[in-house]
């Protein structure tokens, strides 16, 4: 495999003898080909490598917090961001206030949002905008 944090081909070494990272750390490379892949990708897109587990994957969804009560956070306070600010997400946050106040299609936004942490489709990724 490859180290997660500099792409150098590690074999089967638990540890990384180019960066000393722990192999699996980091998240710059794909550990099965090598790829550089974005910080937040889930999976690799040049060969379909999932990098982390299901349920860890399930929790970084919402950075932790509980799909009931984001959810909530989105349809009832969703226009002022007030999910995204809770789950590490300013950017989204400021997008929604402004969109609110600009044409008050921010809690629009929102419920799409609520939709998609429902159904399980909501990304977290506090270098996002819209999603
Ligand atoms: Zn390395
Ligand atoms: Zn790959």
Known sequence: MYCRNCGENIGLKHECSNCHT?????????????SKVSAWASKCPHCNTSFIAEEVLEARELNGH????????AFFLGGWGIHC?????????MLRIILT????????????????????RYEYNPEGYLW
């Open 22 to 34: 722990l192999a699996g750390d980091g998240n710059q490379y794909c550990p099965h080909c090598g």
């Open 66 to 73: 509980s799909k009931l009560g984001m959810a909530l956070l």
């Open 85 to 93: 600010f809770v789950m590490g997400e300013p950017k989204k946050g």
């Open 101 to 120: 106040l600009a044409c008050g299609i921010g809690s629009i936004v929102a419920l799409i949002d609520m939709v998609l942490i429902i159904i399980g």
